[in-house]
């Protein structure tokens, strides 16, 4: 679906992202993590074409996005950014309407089919009995639904994330986390997030991309590569992984600020 090909990525003279090559496939949920400033977010801009590489190819559907327009990309990539704003009183449902610009010409209507699209992403967010309810009203996980409909509207095969659960209390973010991956399932949406809980990617991610200083570090299944060594080397962090081989999943505890870690995690890895 995406292959981005030796990336080089610049806020003016600053080099940000250096020399970064992946390749997504259709129906895969892969995040992409690392510490604060190592090109997350600069990595997601530019696949959605918000920002330019300086260096480098990205292919979606095997066509170079730098031949492609906004809206041409926006009809197979939908895009939420950390931090969605909307008017003070828009409705539910018409903002959620502006998922479909992208499919419409400037003098075009609210049709019949925009309507049924409305409602099919409105149902498939649990958005039911929201439509008149104004977004400002709404609580965060609620709010979080809606953008997330909003992108649906686009019917696009591809969702970008950039940390979807930012700012939401426990409760909504494994609410949001569970939408997505029942969207990435029953959907068969190619799901791209930006996310800082490890946790959570372990969790939800067939692969995970790590980076650090815009260098890629590591990339593949979670299982794999997210060691308690490589943590210790991306974040600085000393924790412990417990493995669940009939699951195929870690779970990752914290133990503290990287010393010589001196306790020992009171579980053992299986």
Not at 15 to 31: A, P, Q, T, Y
Not at 99 to 111: A, D, I
Not at 176 to 204: C, F, R
């Amino acid at each position: 679906m995406i292959e981005a090909k030796n990336l080089k990525i610049s806020y003016e003279e600053r080099v940000v992202v250096k020399d970064f090559s992946f390749n997504i496939e259709e129906g895969e949920m892969v995040s992409i993590i690392g510490p604060n400033g190592s090109g997350k977010s600069t990595i997601l801009k530019t696949i959605s074409k918000l920002l330019k590489q300086q260096e480098g190819l990205i292919y979606l559907e095997k066509e170079d996005i730098s031949h492609m327009n906004i809206k041409n990309i926006a009809k197979k990539m939908s895009t939420l950014s950390q931090h969605n704003k909307s008017p003070e009183d828009i409705e539910v449902k018409d903002l959620i309407y502006y998922g479909r610009l992208p499919h419409k010409k400037w003098y075009e209507r609210k049709t019949k089919e925009d309507e049924e699209i409305i409602n099919w992403a409105i149902s498939q967010t649990s958005l039911n009995g929201y439509e008149e309810k104004k977004v400002s009203e709404l609580s965060g996980g609620e709010r979080q639904r809606v953008w997330i409909a909003m992108a649906l509207a686009q019917k696009p095969k591809i969702l970008l994330l950039d940390e979807p659960t930012t700012y939401l209390d426990i409760c909504h973010q494994l609410e949001v986390m569970e939408l997505i991956k029942s969207l990435n399932k029953e959907l068969g949406l190619t799901v791209i997030m930006v996310l800082h809980d490890l946790g959570q990617a372990a969790k939800y991610s067939h692969r995970v991309v790590v980076i650090k200083d815009g260098n890629l570090v590591a990339k593949g299944s979670p299982y794999d590569i997210l060691t308690e060594e490589l943590i210790k080397e991306v974040y600085k962090v000393e924790v412990c992984i417990r493995k669940d081989i009939l699951k195929g999943e870690i779970i990752i505890h914290p133990l503290g600020v990287c010393k010589s870690c001196e306790k020992r995690c009171q579980y053992e890895a299986i």
